[in-house]
């Protein structure tokens, strides 16, 4: 069985390193990433696992709109600051925030604040080029975007496909552990901004948002815990698994209930009608709020 | 633990080998790019691209991809699927409640009035890991794209 199952997995590597099509930039890229995996800097975890799990986790843009739809003004002090782009020196930090900015440009972004566009641009293209995968990051489109207030929307688009694009490259490419640290990158900064927003006004509702990530949270549980092969990870891992005591209090439970669909204009439309309970108590969010700080300010803030 | 890795990993080459000449055969980058168009007050999370091949016999399930797809609760999202000409096959889009698949909770097939529907647009209550499966209706062979985003405000 076990014999079948490798066969299985180097036969899909083989054919989905063989139907690759590349042009030059990213034959570059491709042999940069490839040299680091052949040196060892890359660790092979099972990755049709994480294909699996990856997809379980939130986009950038995804948490950035939850954040601009929650109604809190908008403040750039929450942000991690662009300059911090060249400090950061080696690929899992510069992933990690390579998402983080992602989420900050989104919300920047979704708050029509694009006289701020352009400095977290300039982060993010930065990072592409230390990632390998500037030739999927289109900054000159997105700089000349940013200058008009009014192409936020294209500026959004444009933005999240070229994600989406690094994303499937580094996956394809072996690397899919900095596409996970991309996103646990996201994660953190949209969980920051969710605990400023409670900072700023504490209520039931942005308290259960935060203990609704738990869904999320575990997910990421897993995914380190395959990470942790990569010596580099095993400080990380265990600053989650601090997280996962926190969450360990958090209750959910759902209470499914039959969904609405009605047609609308010759579209269907479906109202989901699941209830969701969340245990948890204001003191609960403050320690999952802050060890989420204490990453953040580890991985993201401290790397000069 | 190991037992779910290991299924995990079945199910996941299984995927990848049956997409494996998805490349070589299914080439979608225009009507992705038709798709975003179709997407409208809706911003892009990510997409889907989607090649099956056909149902080998009638009394087997279709071919499908699945993937976990974690929406936020009080989001509107809506799913569009788009065909390429080159195939018979029609994409069909199901959300299911969770990765076990234990209910369906929209679909763009109505079995019963047999009316397709290019797109749902689906208001989750929860905050949740649901399940996102592709399949060609009727079993046929297609390629197409997926498209999952959510509403702007």
């Not at chain 1, 999320?216 to 601090?242: T, W």
């Not at chain 2, 999370?45 to 699945?66: F, G, M």
């Not at chain 2, 209550?125 to 399940?131: D, K, N």
């Amino acid at each position: 069985m076990k014999k079948t199952l490798y066969i299985a997995l180097a036969a899909t590597a083989l054919l989905n390193f063989g139907s690759a099509c590349s042009d030059s930039a990213q034959a570059d890229s491709e042999k940069k990433l490839m040299d680091e995996s052949a040196s060892g800097a890359a660790v092979q975890i099972n990755r049709e696992v994480l294909e699996e799990l990856i997809h379980t986790l939130p986009q950038p843009i995804e948490m950035a709109d939850i954040i601009a739809k929650s109604g809190m003004d908008f403040s750039k002090e929450i942000l991690v600051p662009s300059d911090n782009a060249a400090s950061y020196k080696e690929k899992y930090a510069q992933s990690l925030a390579f998402g983080a900015y992602g989420v900050d440009l989104g919300y920047i972004n979704l708050n029509d604040k694009s006289l701020y566009a352009l400095e977290y641009l300039e982060s993010i293209s930065k990072l592409s080029k230390d990632l390998s995968v500037d030739q999927f990051f289109d900054y000159s489109t997105l700089m000349e975007l940013s200058k008009n207030k009014k192409n936020a929307d294209s500026l959004i688009a444009i933005s999240t496909r070229n994600f989406n694009q690094i994303d499937q490259f580094l996956r394809e490419k072996q690397r899919g552990e900095l596409s996970v640290l991309i996103l646990i990158g996201a994660w953190i900064e949209g969980m920051h901004m969710f605990g400023e927003i409670r900072k700023a006004n504490p209520n039931q509702d942005i308290t259960n948002r935060i203990g609704e990530q738990k869904v999320v949270f575990e997910n990421i549980k897993i995914l380190l815990e395959k990470l942790s092969s990569i010596e580099e990870l095993k400080p990380m891992k265990a600053d989650f698994d601090m997280l996962g005591k926190a969450y360990d209090k958090v209750g959910i439970s759902y209470i499914y209930k039959e969904p609405i669909s009605k047609e609308v204009n010759g579209e269907l439309v479906i109202i989901d009608n699941t209830e969701t309970k969340v245990e948890m108590t204001p003191a609960d969010a403050d320690a999952i709020s802050q060890q989420i700080e204490t990453i953040r300010t580890k991985y993201l803030l401290k790397q000069k | 633990m190991f037992a779910r890795t290991l299924l995990l990993s079945v199910a996941a080459a299984t995927t990848l080998l049956l997409t494996s000449s998805f490349k070589d055969k299914c080439e979608s980058d225009g009507i992705y790019q038709k798709a975003l168009t179709k997407i409208r007050d809706f911003n892009l999370i990510k997409d889907y691209r989607v090649y099956l091949k056909r149902q080998k016999k009638a009394d087997e399930p279709a071919p499908a991809l699945y993937f976990p797809i974690t929406l936020n609760r009080g989001e509107k999202y809506r799913f569009y699927g788009l065909e390429t000409p080159e195939y018979e096959g029609k994409i069909v889009i199901t959300i299911y409640n969770n990765m076990k698949r234990e209910f369906q909770v929209a679909t763009t097939y109505n079995k019963t009035t047999k009316t397709k529907y290019e797109a749902i647009e689906f208001k989750s209550s929860t905050t949740g890991t649901f399940c996102i499966g592709f399949t060609f209706l009727d079993g046929k062979e297609g390629c197409g794209v997926g498209i999952a985003s959510f509403r702007k405000e």
